[in-house]
T-cell receptor, first 117, second 117 residues
Framework: DVKVTQSSRYLVKRTGEKVFLECVQDMDHENMFWYRQDPGLGLRLIYF???????EKGDIPEGYSVSREKKERFSLILESASTNQTSMYLC????????????????FGPGTRLTVT | AQSVTQLDSHVSVSEGTPVLLRCNYSSSYSPSLFWYVQHPNKGLQLLLKYTSAATLVKGINGFEAEFKKSETSFHLTKPSAHMSDAAEYFCVVSDRFYGGATNKLIFGTGTLLAVQP
């Protein structure tokens, strides 16, 4: 089974702090994703990576950055945390299957609930 | 652009009665569609997916969904609800992304299913 783990289940940080959220997958997947989940808004894509050191912006990248130095690890960084970044953060990974297929299911970690005070 | 609309934010059923969670999609080409489930304080789990094969898709835990192109719908059903089905359910459409390097999942806003004893 694919396993996606996230470094913390719950995190409390102060406004202005630099925050690191870590995600690790154990299935050699090429693609990794960071989402935030807010009530009534579903999941929104922050950033994704399709290869080591490669990253692309999602729908809401402002205030975030990412790092992928190793294939199995994808980090989300909040450079200066703000209260509006209080949310549930979900990491996911998927296997690249080539441009002819669009049915890429994603495998999710358990989430990190971040509170910024 | 692809999008999904989940028509009910909350659905409540009695244990043993049928479940219907409604989803409509918008897509400019033949889409891939998914249903994910999220139990409280857990990550998202894939229930089932449609990838242009059979229009009636069977998933885990007795759930199934039918792709109806003429109605642009992908409703999730289960003949008999169980208490353990209480969770949030997300309808998801897949969009092509960045020249096919990967796909982008576009999430609905979720339907919270309550199961009464």
């Amino acid at each position: 089974d694919v396993k996606v783990t996230q470094s913390s289940r719950y995190l409390v940080k102060r406004t202005g702090e630099k925050v690191f959220l870590e995600c690790v997958q154990d299935m050699d997947h090429e693609n990794m994703f960071w989402y935030r989940q807010d009530p009534g808004l579903g999941l929104r894509l922050i950033y994704f990576s399709y290869d080591v050191k490669m990253k692309e912006k999602g729908d809401i990248p402002e205030g975030y950055s990412v790092s992928r130095e190793k294939k199995e690890r994808f980090s989300l960084i909040l450079e200066s945390a703000s209260t509006n970044q209080t949310s549930m953060y979900l990491c996911a990974s998927s296997l690249f299957r080539g441009v002819t297929q669009s049915s890429y299911e994603q495998y999710f970690g358990p989430g990190t609930r971040l509170t910024v005070t | 652009a692809q999008s999904v609309t989940q028509l009910d934010s909350h659905v409540s059923v009695s244990e043993g009665t049928p479940v219907l969670l409604r989803c409509n999609y918008s897509s400019s080409y033949s889409p891939s569609l998914f249903w994910y489930v999220q139990h409280p304080n857990k990550g998202l789990q894939l229930l089932l997916k449609y990838t242009s094969a059979a229009t009636l898709v069977k998933g885990i835990n007795g759930f199934e969904a039918e792709f109806k192109k003429s109605e642009t719908s992908f409703h999730l059903t289960k003949p008999s609800a169980h208490m353990s089905d209480a969770a949030e359910y997300f309808c998801v459409v897949s969009d092509r992304f960045y020249g096919g390097a990967t796909n982008k999942l576009i999430f609905g806003t979720g339907t919270l299913l309550a199961v009464q004893p």
